[in-house]
């Protein structure tokens, strides 16, 4: 079955910037909505933003006009920049597919993203 592959992540001082990516690990048909998600430790898994393939983006109000998701069509690949960063934004990123009945794929790795103060 095809995963999709976050990276992108690192350390960063609070104020930074990153740029996430998130690419299917083989070639695969551009599914319609592609969702951020992040865990914090000892916190429950929540979405950040999703976008569809017509760029029809959500966002969490946590990271609303901080962070971008966008999609390279050509390159069938999803990104969340982060800008502004904070302490809190501090978790694992992942990305999966949300549909009505929950994710079509199985949950990668993910990325740590990790913000000092």
């Known amino acids: 079955q095809v995963q999709l592959v976050e990276s992108g992540g690192g350390l960063v001082q609070a104020g930074g910037s990153l740029r996430l990516s998130c690419t299917p690990s083989?070639?695969?048909?551009?599914?319609?909505?592609i969702g951020w998600y992040r865990q914090a430790p000892g916190k429950q898994c929540e979405l950040v933003a999703t976008i569809t393939t017509s760029g029809y983006t959500n966002y969490a109000d946590s990271g609303k006009g901080r962070f971008t998701i966008s999609r390279d069509k050509a390159k069938n690949t999803v990104y969340l920049q982060m800008n502004s960063l904070k302490p809190e934004d501090t978790a694992v990123y992942y990305c999966n597919a949300p549909y009505a009945l929950g994710y079509l794929l199985d949950w990668g790795q993910g990325t740590q993203v990790t913000v000092s103060s």
């Open positions: 083989r070639s695969a048909p551009s599914i319609h909505t």
